[in-house]
């Protein structure tokens, strides 16, 4: 699996996304390439104009809010 959280880089809901994707992933036992992406241009080009969002596998699955843990954890299924 190949995650990405995409943000604007001094924002702090994009470090508390990151941090809350790390527990799901160590909560469920999944491996995941995991990557912070605060390249506006890349962020663009997913198509999102409000982070922080979280793509999963090339797929925008959410953005706009910080998503809690079981929230992350579905988005995985």
């Known amino acids: 699996m190949d995650i990405k959280v995409l943000g ?6 994009c470090e508390t996304q990151m941090e809350i994707v790390k527990k799901a992933l160590a909560s469920t036992g999944k491996f995941a390439k995991l990557e912070k992406v605060v390249d506006l241009v ?5 198509g999102v ?3 922080p969002a979280i793509v999963i596998n090339g797929e925008v ?14 988005l995985f299924e």
């Open 49 to 51: 104009m409000s982070t």
């Open 8 to 13: 604007s880089g001094c924002c702090s809901n």
């Open 42 to 46: 890349e962020v663009m080009n997913y």
């Open 61 to 74: 699955k959410a953005r706009g809010k910080v998503l809690n843990e079981q929230e992350v954890i579905a």
